[in-house]
């Protein structure tokens, strides 16, 4: 049986005596590919932030496996105009991702230089390590942000809106990165997005949140509910 990465069970999280979302159960394991979907004001950027231990759960439980609890969990967060004008070189952002090992130590060790370089290998950004950050196109960007997250553990990346402002062909250059890590380099993958249509061609299971979880299974048979129909666009889109 695989190692659960991340489990919730009836898990409630909420701010100031109001539960925004409640009653979620799921799990994650190696080779998972999650998306969580949703209208707006659902429940999801909650949801998200309870999973990255950001928000404490109000009721219910979650468990990491040791791994994540030691490493943290690797993390796309939506962009900023700010974070896009970062002024740092590629190297420098992707190493950022290594602070959780480093502790409280001043400089990064030639281990975590070592896995700052195999990730821009990996996401194919090594010739890009002097260039500044806020220079990089759109894709670019999202490849130096990978690779930064990569750096805190390879074992469970959570993406929130990832495909924001990139266009049409650099939202399928993404898609088919993310795909290469979770069936290639078994990363598993959770992700926040309204881009359904791409969504239901990749991922295994789907988490619908409204408010509470209205469906969580694979992919094959969120497209059969009343929900995955609505939020396709009605069944004829999958005849």
């Given at each position: ?84 004008d970062f002024p740092a070189t590629v190297e420098e952002v ?124 694979p992919v094959e048979e969120y497209k059969k509910t009343q ?13």
């Amino acid at each position: 049986m695989s190692e659960i990465l991340l489990k919730c069970e009836h898990v409630d999280f909420g701010y100031e005596n109001y539960d925004v979302v409640k009653d979620v159960s799921m799990e994650i394991v190696p080779g998972d590919y999650l998306c969580i979907v949703g209208a707006n004001g659902s429940g999801k950027s909650t949801l998200m932030k309870g999973l990255l231990g950001l928000l404490k759960p109000t009721g219910g439980t979650i468990t990491l496996s040791e791994d994540l609890k030691k490493s943290g969990i690797g993390y796309l967060p939506q962009q900023t105009p700010a974070q896009k004008d970062f002024p740092a070189t590629v190297e420098e952002v992707v190493l950022s991702g290594c602070l959780g090992m480093r502790g409280k130590r001043p400089f990064y060790s030639m281990n975590e230089r070592k896995i700052a370089a195999a990730n821009m290998e990996k996401l194919g950004i090594t010739d890009l390590k002097k260039s500044c950050y806020r220079d990089l196109s759109g894709g670019q960007k999202q490849r130096a942000l990978i690779a930064r997250a990569l750096c805190a553990t390879d074992k469970l990346l959570i993406l929130d809106e990832p495909i924001t402002g990139l266009d049409p062909s650099t939202t399928q250059d993404f898609y088919r990165l993310i795909r290469h890590l979770n069936r290639d380099e078994h990363v598993a993958v959770l992700m926040v997005s309204h881009d359904i249509q791409n969504i239901v061609t990749q991922a295994n299971k789907i988490l619908h949140l409204k408010q509470t979880v209205q469906f969580y299974g694979p992919v094959e048979e969120y497209k059969k509910t009343q929900y995955g129909r609505e939020f396709l666009g009605g069944a004829e889109s999958w005849q």
